[in-house]
């Protein structure tokens, strides 16, 4: 061995030091709180942990209802109530003074039973998830059938309205046309004359605009012929007056969507054109309409004047035509999406799954 070697420590026994939770809460007390006295500092603790628990364990209570009582939520509202009680368990030791044996037992053993369920309790609460997941989609499911109905109950409404218009007050104005015509030959003044020819002029005028509501109502064309014919004849009347200049283009020719998708797409196009001619002071309006693989796109776009998109998050401020497009789009699986900016004139964009 070297000379410089260390002597060899003797052999002793070393014990480690274990501390209790509840000494080393009193250490750290007695460091930071110096002026309070431990025992003070711990009775203080357990109170208002009793009191913390106590509510705990009453709002979990109350959840369960709201949970329609599922396992998991009870067993984990039940581990708030034995941590309660493990804390007056606590606080009666406390005001005992001589730690008693089985009241430790009993403590521990309700720590055991608390962790326990509350282990399960989260294993368990995966259902509480799924269940609040499906109630989510069963309430947007009903809520599309609510919408569906409100939608083809208008149409429905739009139908008989303009059925009645055209099958019961056409046939009267052609009927009063028919009577003056006859009058023609009888009347010789020319004021009469004049008179009735400005009759003839004002029934006609009426057979036309009664035409043109009932059209509006329940285009026929768009029943019989589609989408697409639908909305040519709308541009192609609407640039007969001269108001604005409409470009629509698409690549779908005489292929048909769903009756529900064509009727929403098809009152779309008549808002967003109304919106432009009464806002927008638009001068044109381009449209295209084109079937792609899997979905079915609308663009529009007008050269108006624009205005800030950030204002229709006002409820008192957006209107109505914007919102019951948005909300039409959604009820056939749809996307709308509107970009404007002053200045800069008004896009958007219909997206749905063919």
Request: charged share 20%; aromatic share 8%; hydrophobic share 45%.
């Amino acid at each position: 061995m070297s000379r410089f070697a260390p002597a060899p420590l003797p052999r002793c026994i070393v014990t480690p030091l274990i501390y209790s939770p509840i000494y080393v809460l009193d250490e750290i007390t007695s460091i930071f709180v110096p002026h309070i006295p431990v025992p003070m500092v711990r009775l203080i603790a357990l109170i208002i942990s009793i009191v913390l628990q106590i509510i705990a364990a009453s709002i979990a209570l109350r959840f369960m209802k709201l949970t329609k009582y599922r396992l998991s939520w009870i067993l984990l509202s039940i581990s708030f109530v034995f941590m309660a009680v493990q804390k007056f368990i606590q606080l009666f030791e406390y005001f005992r003074g001589t730690p008693s044996y089985s009241w430790q037992m009993i403590d521990e053993w309700i720590g055991v039973l608390i962790s326990f369920m509350i282990i399960v309790g989260v294993v368990l609460i995966r259902e509480l998830f799924s269940s609040l997941k499906r109630a989510e989609t069963d309430r947007v499911k009903t809520e599309k059938r609510v919408l569906n109905a409100i939608i083809n109950t208008e149409e429905n409404e739009r139908k008989r309205f303009a059925k009645d218009l055209h099958d019961g007050l056409g046939p009267i104005l052609s009927t009063v046309k028919m009577s003056l015509s006859a009058l023609n030959d009888r009347i010789k003044d020319p004021s009469g004359t004049i008179i009735l020819t400005n009759t003839n002029h004002l029934v006609n005028e009426a057979i036309s605009t009664i035409k043109d509501i009932s059209n509006n109502l329940s285009p026929h064309i768009l029943s019989n012929f589609g989408l697409v014919s639908a909305i040519s004849a709308f541009t192609t009347k609407i640039n007969q007056t001269k108001t604005v200049e409409i470009d629509f283009k698409s690549n779908m020719e005489t292929q048909r969507l769903e009756n529900d998708k064509e009727v929403v797409v098809y009152r779309a196009v008549c808002e967003l054109i109304n919106n432009s001619i009464l806002h927008s002071g638009a001068s044109r309006i381009e449209i295209e309409l084109n079937k792609h693989e899997k979905f079915v796109t609308l663009q529009f776009y007008d050269n108006g004047r624009g205005f800030d998109t950030s204002t229709l998050s006002k409820e008192d401020i957006k209107g109505m035509g914007l919102s019951n497009i948005e909300t039409r789009v959604k009820t056939v699986e749809g996307v709308f999406i509107l970009e404007s900016m002053p200045g800069k004139g008004t896009s958007a964009l219909i997206k749905m799954i063919d």
